[in-house]
Nanobody, 113 residues
Framework: QVQLVESGGGLVQPGGSLRLSCAVS????????LAWYRQAPGKQRELVAL???????NYADSVKGRFTISRDNAKNTVYLQMNSLKPEDTAVYYC???????WGRGTQVTVSS
């Protein structure tokens, strides 16, 4: 009965920033690892960033130094701050809740001038 709802996507110019949010309901948020994935047209879905229940994070090499994942257990929300965006960041971004392996529907991020 877990539901994840992403928001914050949109169209931005190269070098711009976006902050994605994923609100989780129906799960034990505080003990679950959470992650952001993305999938570009014609490509496989890839892990972008992960945060565990203790706050430890890891990132894909392609986004290190530019993206930051964080969680607010009081709000049952996980965030992805995306800075210095590049056209190759264009994709649908998905939130993942690992306990039971639930996914959101995704939010589109388009980086283009």
């Amino acid at each position: 009965q877990v539901q994840l709802v992403e928001s914050g996507g949109g169209l931005v110019q190269p070098g711009g920033s976006l902050r994605l949010s994923c609100a989780v309901s129906g799960g034990i948020f505080s003990i679950s690892p959470l992650a952001w994935y993305r999938q570009a047209p014609g490509k496989q879905r890839e892990l972008v960033a992960l945060i565990n229940s203790g706050g430890t994070t890891n990132y894909a090499d392609s986004v290190k130094g530019r993206f930051t994942i964080s969680r607010d257990n009081a709000k049952n929300t996980v965030y992805l701050q995306m800075n210095s965006l590049k056209p190759e960041d264009t994709a649908v971004y998905y939130c993942r809740f690992f306990l039971g392996d639930y996914w959101g529907r995704g939010t589109q991020v388009t980086v283009s001038s």
